[in-house]
């Protein structure tokens, strides 16, 4: 072999060579260039391969089998039979999946009732009476939902929600769909037990569907008001009813609702976000360079509970249900414009139907008692007696009814037992009518009422009461006294059936005994006593001393009440003029010296206070009554 063809051998590298490792190092870097750009050509080839046998599987396996029934008739009637078994697999699963679905779909609905801008059943504060105040209140916050631009363009953030507490049948569905309907937006209500479910998490579900119908018509007509009926129901406190570490906390004491809450309470955190189109709107929005236009659309979350103190704290933090308005009772000037405003959608008789009368007769009354009373109950009886209007003895029977029930006589009672009742009614009427002289006695029965009631006094005050002074309050423990005692002094043995008033007596004085009326507080742990006898001497004191009065009071005037009896007995209900014409024309100055009597008796007792304000105005009737005495009077105009 030439010394030409011999092969060519690498050089040797040496730490002291002239450069030849870096020659090596740039020849490997050559070779290797190829190589990494083979493997990740390879590994891109296989990963697509991959991807491909991913998603097209079933394709491949289809074709193969395609091919191999082509090639043996037998695989053919195997991969149909295959297929068959798969086809009917599959319409189960999904008829198992659409009935599941259906069946979820159907219990997580709410009874929601939708009134939309126009419908007929849309009310405006115009149908809302006898609460001015309150109309002018919240009028503010409605203003901001009919005209949203102009607060946007300020930087304004809408309120989230509103909270109306009040008793039961003061109006606080009627405001909140006068609201929506004052502002021209649509208005959603539930009750608050309607997200309960037989299932654990359908309270989410049902809240989550509550929420995206109230979202839909927002964005349809620009504002809606989501209102929960008896929000108490799914909004109690979580800490339980009865405090923090107490055994009615958590699960219990929330009833099995803190899922509806809990999703509440996060809806109206994020009430402001965008919903999915929007936000696929904004996107192609900012890519086309355009402005992304404001969210022009508002959910108003209203709730209404008559149990405030049990709702959960969470619920009424700054920027969920922080505005809080107290659905209040409504006064005498209210009641007169709600009673007008339901007389003006009944056919009545204006000359019969005294307004005034109604109004003094329905003391602390709700527009729901009122509206039952006149619209239902008062036209029911006047058709029933064959009359096409509503004379005042409706409105007035009606009115009974609603605040002591139907009447339900008993037809066949012993004259002893009937008697017995009959004094135990003359003894409050009289009682009521000289120991509380600014009160007038509306009816007195012996006619048995469906709440049980054997017989009723109904009295009602002339003015308005806020505030009661301890006269009053002493005196009304009297009248509940009276009843009992005159059945002993008339008849001279006790009777049952007076087992209601004593309890009444007995809860006032111990309340004044508590708040320490009598001197030093009571002990907190008397109140909770359920015997008749006083554990403190003040109070039993107290209590002997009005027994004696009310029993020196009947024998008194023992003449009226036998007259009472006797009227009771023969027509078993007296108005009020009957009963005034009983008791005398100058029963009225003989009530004044009763009230100062019972006066005396707290003095003696040394539990009343006379004022200055008091002996002043004491002063001014005292003369006044002792210049009418020494005015001369003029016989011929007395004949």
């Keep these: 072999m030439s010394k030409e063809d011999a092969p060519i051998e690498a050089p040797l590298t040496t730490e002291s060579g002239d450069g030849s490792a870096d020659s090596r190092s740039a020849g490997e870097q050559l070779w290797s260039r190829p190589v990494r750009m083979l493997v990740s050509r390879r590994k891109q080839i296989l990963e697509m391969s991959l991807s491909i046998l991913r998603r097209f599987w079933f394709l491949i396996l289809a074709g193969i089998m395609a091919v191999w029934a082509s090639a043996d008739p037998s695989v053919l009637n195997l991969v149909l039979l295959a297929l068959g078994f798969i086809g009917r697999l599959l319409f189960a699963v999904l008829f198992m999946v659409v009935q599941f679905g259906a069946l979820f779909w159907f219990i997580s609905r709410t009874r929601v009732e939708t009134i939309k801008p126009g419908d007929p059943k849309q009310v405006t504060f115009d149908d809302y009476w006898g609460q001015p105040e309150l109309v002018k209140l919240v009028r503010q916050w409605i203003t901001l939902l009919g005209d949203r631009d102009k607060f946007v363009q300020m930087g304004g953030r ?208 709700t527009p729901a008692q009122i509206m039952t009373a006149i619209t239902k109950n008062s036209v029911h ?155 403190d001497e003040r109070v039993e004191k107290v209590w002997v001393a009005l027994e004696n009065q009310v029993e020196a009071m009947l024998t008194k005037h023992a003449d009226e009440v036998e007259a009472l009896v006797e009227a009771l007995l023969e027509t078993q209900d007296l108005s009020n003029e009957e009963v005034l014409k009983l008791l005398g024309v100058n029963s009225l100055q003989i009530a004044k010296e009763e009230g100062r009597e019972i006066e005396s008796v707290l003095e003696q007792l040394g539990t009343s206070v006379q004022g200055l304000e008091h002996k002043r105005r004491q002063a001014r009737i005292d003369a006044a009554t002792a210049a009418a005495d020494d005015e001369p009077h003029d016989s011929a105009a007395l004949e």
Excluded at 221 to 243: L, N, P, T, W
Excluded at 404 to 433: C, F, K, S, T, W
Excluded at 474 to 485: E, F, K, Q, R, Y
Aim: aromatic letters at 8%; glycine letters at 10%.
């Design 158 to 365: 809408f309120i989230n929600g509103m909270m109306l507490f009040g008793s039961p049948g003061t109006g606080k569905t009627l405001l909140a769909k006068a609201m929506a309907g004052e502002a021209g937006v649509a208005f959603m209500s539930v009750e608050g037990s309607g997200f309960r479910g037989m299932f654990w998490g359908m309270d989410t579900l049902r809240m989550m569907t509550f929420v995206r119908k109230a979202r839909k018509l927002a964005r349809e007509f620009g504002a809606c008001i989501a209102y929960i009926d008896e929000i108490d129901a799914v909004a109690m406190s979580r800490s339980g009813v009865m405090g923090e570490n107490q055994m009615m906390g958590g699960t219990m004491g929330g009833m099995g609702m803190n899922g509806a809450l809990t999703r509440l309470l996060y809806e109206m955190d994020g009430i402001d976000e965008h919903s999915r189109w929007e936000k696929l709107r904004n996107k192609l929005m900012r890519l086309m360079g355009k402005p992304v236009r404001q969210r022009d659309w508002h959910v108003l979350f209203m709730g209404s509970t008559n149990r405030p103190d049990v709702l959960d704290p969470a619920l009424l933090r700054p920027g969920r249900f922080d505005q809080i308005i107290q659905v209040d009772r409504p006064d005498r000037v209210g009641r007169r414009e709600i009673i007008r405003g339901y007389l003006s959608k009944i056919k009545h008789d204006p000359e019969s139907v005294d307004v005034e009368a109604i109004v003094a007769d329905t003391p602390k009354a």
């Design 381 to 535: 009886r006047a058709l029933f007696k064959g009359r096409d209007l509503v004379m005042q003895e409706d409105i007035d029977q009606a009115i009974q009814e609603q605040l002591v029930g139907m009447a339900n006589p008993i037809r066949e009672m012993d004259p002893l037992q009937m008697r017995q009742i009959a004094y135990h009614e003359a003894g409050h009427a009289v009682v009521q009518h000289y120991a509380m002289p600014d009160q007038r006695i509306s009816r007195v029965s012996i006619v048995r009422r469906s709440k049980g009631a054997m017989g009723y006094v109904l009295p009602v005050d002339t003015t308005e009461v806020y505030m009661q002074p301890l006269r009053r309050i002493a005196a009304d423990i009297m009248v509940a006294l009276a009843g009992h005692i005159c059945v002993k002094v008339f008849m001279g043995e006790f009777w049952t059936g007076a087992y209601s008033d004593y309890q009444k007596a007995r809860n006032q004085l111990r309340e004044l005994a508590v708040l320490g009326f009598f001197g030093p507080p009571v002990s907190e742990l008397w109140r909770d006593t359920k015997e008749l006898r006083f554990s």
